[in-house]
């Protein structure tokens, strides 16, 4: 498995992994897609990698830029993240994680957050941290976690992609 940057021939693809890593997920109104499309359309995809062998696409990441209350720049927002589901379960979504904090952290990013499931994220170093807030959402699923330099703390707004 090789992952690298998104070129764009991968988009009709990226859209496909995406809509089949969604469909039948229980917290997904279907739209993640979308959201990916936006972030393109708009110039604020910041890091979009993508997981393939030979010719085939199974997986995909995407990393937008985040605002934060406290004004800290250089955070971003992780996903979607998309793997097919017939290649869930063999790590791929976890090599995405990590490669994607990597390049984050080497293009001097300070940090990342995302929201979804602890038991997930936590393994990659998220926590959650009371002084970094996504309004309207669980705290105990909205994590963060700093790539360099202070944790970041405040309202978090994602990027207008991811509202619609």
Known sequence: MMIRPERPEDVATIDA???????DHPHSDQTEHRIVERLRSSGSLALSLVAEE????????AFSPVEIGDGIDGWYGLGPLS???DRQGEGIG??????????????GGHGCVVMGDPGYYSRFGFGH??????????????????????MAC???RYNSAFYG
């Open 17 to 23: 992994v995406t809509r089949a890593a969604f469909a």
């Open 54 to 61: 030979g010719e085939d696409i199974f997986g995909h990441i």
């Open 129 to 150: 941290h009371h002084d970094l807030v996504l309004v309207d959402c669980a705290p105990q699923y909205f994590m963060g976690i700093a790539l360099s330099g202070p």
């Open 83 to 85: 793997v097919t589901p």
């Open 94 to 107: 976890s090599a995405l994680v990590r490669q994607g904090l990597a390049r984050l952290a080497e293009l």
């Open 154 to 156: 405040g309202i978090v």
